[in-house]
């Protein structure tokens, strides 16, 4: 688990921000309620970074960050 991750803001209009405690590199799922995967980036050796949301429609989405399959992170964030 990576402690200390941060992501924000939620809501969310346009970018999200990724801030990890450490240099990682993760793979990064957004799903909606449903389950669906509706955007997948990796972070390679960064620790901070951000994810244009602009093409998502308005509603709540799980961000889920991932190190092979293990998942490490996960919140939930409404984009408007």
């Known amino acids: 688990v990576l402690a200390g991750t941060l992501i924000y803001p939620s809501p969310v209009n346009d970018v999200l ?3 990890l405690p450490i240099v990682s590199n993760v793979d990064v799922i957004i799903t909606n309620l449903i389950g669906q995967e509706v955007k997948t980036e990796s972070i390679c050796g960064e620790i901070d970074y951000q994810i244009n949301m602009a093409d998502l429609p308005g509603g709540i989405y799980i961000v889920s960050l991932r ?11 409404v984009k408007i």
Do not use: W
């Open 67 to 77: 190190q092979g399959q293990t998942k490490v992170f996960q919140k939930k964030v």
């Open 17 to 19: 921000n990724i801030e």
